[in-house]
């Protein structure tokens, strides 16, 4: 929406004096390219990054949680409508983000040597973390030290298991990480130091807690793709089945049958197709998401280390084209459902007609059979007249010899029955012909008036 409130502003271009509405979300534009900047990390620390999937009525619930954390250390609280929120509680700093599905909340802590397995929650009240609202998602503990750390150390933190990783920034600073979870049910990521100021520090934290987040947002459309992939199949086996049986259908209750199996059967793909296209599309959105982290990183190889490009693109990549192929397949379903939908209509379309057919040649039957009949009751009726029409002309005759004119009766009535049998008849005919004159020329009409 374009809006304009009734505020105005005073000083835009050369003239001060020049007034001008302002446009209702002017700051916010402003102010978008500028939220959510990356932290300012200054030597050695501890991050604890949590993404919980938010419910549909989360969002309250969150802003009071932080609104809480904040009167037990006396700092100011954010705004109820914020989206995000970076504050520093004295001994750590917390930074809470709003995202379309999830909401992420970052604990960063100088590492002054104490409560190194606590890493970012050490001065965080369990209480408090309990009652994040919501669904976790990512849960990762990262570390930052200066170079260099040696071997044992790293396998170490890493409780043994295979690190992948690379010299990043211009091989100012060294990423490591397992992607796995560990003891603790956190995963791990090890930064090394030896360049990087505090304000390079912090983007690269930045840039590494989303690759992590978004890789495992973006898998988050597998498990509906293993859910659906059994159901998937089965409809793409009854299509087929259908297809084959569409050629030996003998009657209307053969395309019944037939027609109510398509439906069921469209029904459940448009439904699959409804409830999965968010899914599918946020999974491939995250997908390029953690693409372009990954080209930030800089990567550059660690002697006998495998980089995280190649590792997600090995690991990750089939995962994403997984999703992309039943999507693809329910796409194509959809597809075929219609095509076969179009092959059962026309054949129904064929049978209607053939019943039409049959129906126009039984009028065509009936309406010979009424001719018939009619000219039967036109021959009857030109008899019918013609016997009254005598009778009248037996007055006559009677009359005239009456009156002196001598006639007889009997053989003026035979020499004038076939004079009027003929012009009864003439006289019928004249009316048909009018009247079958009348309906054509009503035909004619209503040709020239429908398009």
Same mark, same amino acid.
């Given at each position: 929406?374009?809006?304009?409130?009734?505020?105005?502003?005073?000083?835009?271009?050369?003239?001060?004096?020049? $007034?001008?509405?302002?446009?209702?979300?002017?700051?916010?534009?402003?102010?978008?390219?500028?939220?959510?900047?990356?932290?300012?990390?200054?030597?050695?620390?501890?991050?604890?990054?949590?993404?919980?999937?938010?419910?549909?009525?989360?969002?309250?619930?969150? +802003?009071?949680?932080?609104?809480?954390?904040?009167?037990?250390?006396?700092?100011?609280?954010?705004?109820?409508?914020?989206?995000?929120?970076?504050?520093?509680?004295?001994?750590?700093?917390?930074?809470?983000? /709003?995202?379309?599905?999830?909401?992420?909340? +970052?604990?960063?802590?100088?590492?002054?040597?104490?409560?190194?397995?606590?890493?970012?929650?050490?001065?965080?009240?369990?209480?408090?973390?309990?009652?994040?609202?919501?669904?976790?998602?990512?849960?990762?503990?990262?570390?930052?030290?200066?170079?260099?750390?040696?071997?044992?150390?790293?396998?170490?933190?890493?409780?043994?298991?295979?690190?992948?990783?690379?010299?990043?920034?211009? /091989?100012?600073?060294?990423?490591?990480?397992?992607?796995?979870?560990?003891?603790?049910?956190?995963?791990?990521?090890?930064?090394?130091?030896?360049?990087?100021?505090?304000?390079?520090?912090?983007?690269?934290? $930045?840039?590494?807690?989303?690759?992590?987040?978004?890789?495992?947002?973006?898998?988050?459309?597998?498990?509906?793709?293993?859910?659906?992939?059994?159901?998937?199949?089965?409809?793409?086996?009854?299509?087929?089945?259908?297809?084959?049986?569409?050629?030996?259908?003998?009657?209307?209750?053969?395309?019944?049958?037939?027609?109510?199996?398509?439906?069921?059967?469209?029904?459940?793909?448009?439904?699959?197709?409804?409830?999965?296209?968010?899914?599918?599309?946020? +999974?491939?959105?995250?997908?390029?998401?953690?693409?372009?982290?990954?080209? $930030?990183?800089?990567?550059?190889?660690?002697?006998?280390?495998?980089?995280?490009?190649?590792?997600?693109?090995?690991?990750?990549?089939?995962?994403?084209?997984?999703?992309?192929?039943?999507?693809?397949?329910?796409?194509?379903?959809?597809?075929?459902?219609?095509?076969?939908?179009?092959?059962?209509?026309?054949?129904?379309?064929?049978?209607?007609?053939?019943?039409?057919?049959?129906?126009?040649?039984?009028?065509?039957? /009936?309406?010979?059979?009424?001719?018939?009949?009619?000219? +039967?009751?036109?021959?009857?009726?030109?008899?019918?007249?013609?016997?009254?029409?005598?009778?009248?002309?037996?007055?006559?005759?009677?009359?005239?010899?009456?009156?002196?004119?001598?006639?007889?009766?009997?053989?003026?009535?035979?020499?004038?029955?076939?004079?009027?049998?003929?012009?009864?008849?003439?006289?019928?005919?004249?009316?048909?012909?009018?009247?079958?004159?009348?309906?054509?020329?009503?035909?004619?009409?209503?040709?020239?008036?429908?398009?």
């Amino acid at each position: 929406m374009t809006g304009k409130n009734s505020n105005s502003v005073e000083g835009i271009g050369a003239n001060s004096a020049v $007034q001008l509405p302002i446009y209702a979300h002017r700051d916010s534009l402003y102010e978008e390219l500028h939220t959510r900047p990356s932290p300012s990390l200054e030597g050695p620390c501890f991050v604890t990054h949590l993404a919980m999937l938010r419910g549909e009525n989360s969002g309250q619930s969150e +802003t009071g949680l932080i609104h809480a954390l904040c009167r037990r250390f006396s700092v100011n609280p954010p705004e109820d409508s914020a989206s995000c929120y970076y504050q520093s509680f004295g001994g750590f700093e917390l930074r809470w983000e /709003r995202h379309t599905e999830f909401s992420t909340y +970052t604990f960063i802590r100088p590492d002054d040597g104490q409560d190194v397995e606590e890493f970012g929650l050490a001065f965080i009240p369990k209480d408090w973390v309990s009652k994040l609202p919501g669904e976790l998602v990512v849960a990762l503990n990262m570390r930052i030290v200066e170079a260099p750390v040696t071997e044992k150390e790293e396998k170490h933190f890493f409780e043994g298991q295979r690190t992948f990783g690379s010299m990043v920034a211009n /091989r100012k600073a060294k990423v490591l990480t397992s992607f796995r979870l560990h003891s603790d049910g956190f995963g791990r990521f090890l930064i090394l130091n030896s360049g990087l100021n505090a304000y390079q520090n912090g983007r690269m934290v $930045q840039r590494t807690l989303e690759l992590e987040t978004y890789r495992l947002m973006a898998l988050m459309g597998l498990p509906v793709v293993r859910d659906l992939s059994a159901d998937v199949t089965q409809m793409e086996t009854q299509l087929a089945n259908l297809n084959q049986q569409l050629t030996q259908i003998r009657n209307e209750s053969d395309e019944r049958i037939m027609l109510h199996e398509l439906s069921i059967i469209a029904a459940k793909t448009e439904q699959y197709r409804s409830d999965t296209n968010y899914r599918f599309s946020a +999974t491939n959105a995250y997908y390029a998401l953690v693409g372009k982290r990954l080209d $930030q990183l800089f990567e550059q190889r660690i002697s006998g280390v495998q980089t995280m490009r190649e590792f997600l693109e090995r690991r990750l990549s089939p995962a994403i084209r997984t999703c992309d192929s039943i999507r693809d397949r329910l796409e194509d379903l959809s597809r075929r459902i219609h095509r076969t939908s179009s092959l059962l209509r026309t054949r129904v379309e064929l049978t209607i007609e053939s019943h039409n057919q049959k129906l126009l040649t039984s009028m065509d039957r /009936r309406s010979s059979l009424q001719l018939r009949l009619q000219q +039967t009751v036109e021959g009857l009726s030109v008899v019918a007249i013609g016997y009254y029409l005598l009778g009248l002309l037996s007055y006559v005759f009677e009359g005239l010899d009456a009156w002196g004119w001598p006639i007889d009766k009997s053989i003026a009535s035979a020499i004038a029955m076939p004079i009027v049998l003929t012009l009864v008849f003439l006289a019928v005919r004249s009316v048909r012909k009018h009247i079958v004159g009348l309906e054509n020329k009503a035909k004619r009409i209503d040709k020239q008036i429908k398009p």
